[in-house]
């Protein structure tokens, strides 16, 4: 073992002195939650001033309540919908202006300017966007209705928002609204980590445009493609400020989150923390079983050595070895 030279300033402790604020916050914030919400899905927790609470003979009865719930199903249903509907056209049209933005060929000016209106969206606050399409889609009285009528579509003014599917559709254009600029930003960045040599290269060969994004540029960002799907599955699946500010899960439950049942069990009135708690833990065991199957699916096989052309390698070498090649 090598002695330590005399003057030798160690700076990994330093290291571990500004991370330990972060440290601290995490385990009571974050981890002491956690574990203790994972603990009251298997008690009798309930009501505001309970201050005792014992485990159920039982276990896992607050999970099959839960798991049972119409009202969970209904929000589980709808969570996945409003993911879904918001997901698709969301990373479809983050590529398209990706594509757009980082083409050396188009040689966009202002491209900052672009970026900052497209992003805006998703630094205005829920509560606000939720007043603002309240605005817009009022009855008798709002823009839409106004637009709609003087355009003829409709003859008079419609409640859109007792409408199931009306509903629905608008909560997922906000969601899609709100955060298509940020995952934009976040494939641009991924781009711009590519050899610029590649496109080059490309360029002399006589690719289209569309042969480079497709052949080129879409295989070298699939890491952050994986990044983007499973955070926004991640967020689409713990929806909650928009459903919950802008119609309270209504109409008739038309888009009633599982992270707004959440809420309604332990905070609404019934304070059944037990159950909440159980929800909360299906909910992270489903989040968890989607994102790793969206790892093995789409993790980088050649990267892992798990791709045809490196185990037909991989094969060859050891041919190789065995008949005394070097």
């Given at each position: ?17 500004f ?10 914030f974050s981890?002491y ?10 008690t009798?927790?309930q ?6 609470w014992?485990?159920l003979?039982n276990?896992?009865q607050?999970?099959?309540?839960v ?31 990706t ?11 202002g ?7 497209l992003?805006?969206p998703?630094?205005?606050?829920a ?14 009285v709002?823009p ?13 003014a ?16 906000i ?14 960045s991924?781009v711009?980590?590519?050899?610029p040599?590649?496109?080059e ?7 289209s ?6 052949q ?21 699946l ?9 119609l ?6 038309a ?7 959440i ?9 059944m ?5 159980a929800a909360?833990?299906i ?23 798990y ?16 008949g005394?090649?070097?």
């Amino acid at each position: 073992m090598k002695k330590k030279k005399s003057g030798e300033i160690r700076y990994a402790k330093y290291g571990y002195i500004f991370s330990l604020p972060f440290v601290v916050a995490f385990l009571i914030f974050s981890l002491y939650p956690i574990l203790y919400t994972a603990v009251i899905g298997f008690t009798d927790l309930q009501g505001v001033a309970t201050t005792e609470w014992h485990f159920l003979d039982n276990p896992f009865q607050n999970f099959a309540n839960v798991l049972s719930n119409k009202s969970f199903q209904t929000a589980l249903k709808n969570t996945f919908m409003i993911w879904i509907i918001n997901f698709i056209p969301q990373i479809l049209l983050a590529l398209l202006l990706t594509a757009w933005f980082t083409d050396r060929r188009w040689h966009i000016k202002g491209q900052g300017i672009y970026k900052v209106l497209l992003y805006m969206p998703n630094i205005i606050t829920a509560a606000t966007i939720a007043i603002l399409f309240n605005s817009l889609f009022a009855y008798p009285v709002g823009p839409v209705n106004d637009l709609l009528m003087k355009l003829h579509i409709i003859n008079e003014a419609q409640n859109f928002l007792v409408n199931k599917g009306v509903a629905r559709g608008i909560v997922a254009f906000i969601q899609f609204w709100m955060w298509y600029g940020y995952t934009m930003l976040i494939l641009i960045s991924g781009v711009l980590g590519i050899n610029p040599e590649i496109f080059e290269a490309a360029e002399v060969d006589g690719a289209s445009r569309v042969q480079v994004f497709f052949q080129i540029t879409l295989p070298n960002i699939k890491t952050i493609l994986l990044f983007t799907l499973v955070t926004s599955l991640i967020g689409g699946l713990n929806m909650f400020d928009i459903p919950k500010l802008f119609l309270l899960g209504g109409p008739n439950n038309a888009t009633l989150t599982t992270s707004v049942y959440i809420y309604n069990q332990a905070f609404a009135g019934s304070y059944m923390y037990n159950k909440a708690a159980a929800a909360s833990m299906i909910m992270f065991c489903i989040i968890l079983f989607f994102s790793s199957f969206l790892f093995i699916l789409l993790r980088d096989k050649d990267k892992d050595g798990y791709g045809k052309d490196a185990k037909k390698i991989k094969k060859l070498a050891k041919q190789k070895m065995r008949g005394g090649a070097v």
